[in-house]
T-cell receptor, first 112, second 112 residues
Framework: NAGVTQTPKFRVLKTGQSMTLLCAQDMNHEYMYWYRQDPGMGLRLIHYSVGEGTTAKGEVPDGYNVSRLKKQNFLLGLESAAPSQTSVYFC???????????FGPGTRLTVT | AQSVTQLGSHVSVSEGALVLLRCNYSSSVPPYLFWYVQYPNQGLQLLLKYTSAATLVKGINGFEAEFKKSETSFHLTKPSAHMSDAAEYFCAVTSGTYKYIFGTGTRLKVLA
């Protein structure tokens, strides 16, 4: 049981490049999330999904897109990276609302 | 709307001393409350959770927290700090829906 995994762990992009972050969970959880963590700001919700085939915007969705074609996977895309998107990105999942979230190890992204 | 306030972005304690990390929440409905710990370059791990069963909640690694509705608080304590407790700690609240609100975190330093 791997829990929540994220790939890649590190990435450096140039401004304007695109990339996709992959999150996978093997706990059959319904809800999945993408957060970004910046110093002194805690975790901010980018997008979330409450089930396969569904996605919704969170607190800071601009510049990101997501897809959840399979229940176990949640992809986060950056179409045209900007330096303001330099951050650590965490994926999380939970069975249903009110339960604890399980977090992946994070992806450290630097945009130059 | 829900919110979480963590007082003190940095807390230092001596090894063997009491650890007290403060969390105050705001919620118009009965909340579910969580404390997570984040070690350097890792994701968040659940320490403990309050889901209305008992006001005093015991977690892993000797931590506990008490839910005080009258004070809207959920402070985290540990009687005796260990060097391995040095990490960042996050308080989070949810009403049972998809949405989780995180505090900005408290970095705990343990002095030898």
């Amino acid at each position: 049981n791997a829990g929540v995994t994220q790939t890649p762990k590190f990435r450096v992009l140039k401004t304007g490049q695109s990339m996709t972050l992959l999150c996978a969970q093997d706990m059959n959880h319904e809800y999945m999330y993408w957060y970004r963590q910046d110093p002194g700001m805690g975790l901010r919700l980018i997008h979330y999904s409450v089930g396969e085939g569904t996605t919704a915007k969170g607190e800071v969705p601009d510049g990101y897109n997501v897809s959840r074609l399979k229940k176990q996977n949640f992809l986060l895309g950056l179409e045209s990276a900007a330096p303001s998107q330099t951050s650590v990105y965490f994926c999380a999942s939970t069975r249903t609302g009110g339960n604890e979230q399980y977090f992946g190890p994070g992806t450290r992204l630097t945009v130059t | 709307a829900q919110s979480v306030t963590q007082l003190g972005s940095h807390v230092s304690v001596s090894e063997g001393a009491l650890v007290l990390l403060r969390c105050n929440y705001s919620s118009s409905v009965p909340p579910y409350l969580f404390w997570y710990v984040q070690y350097p370059n890792q994701g968040l791990q659940l320490l403990l959770k309050y889901t209305s069963a008992a006001t005093l909640v015991k977690g892993i690694n000797g931590f506990e927290a008490e839910f005080k509705k009258s004070e809207t608080s959920f402070h985290l304590t540990k009687p005796s700090a260990h060097m391995s407790d040095a990490a960042e700690y996050f308080c989070a609240v949810t009403s049972g829906t998809y949405k989780y609100i995180f505090g900005t975190g408290t970095r705990l330093k343990v002095l030898a």
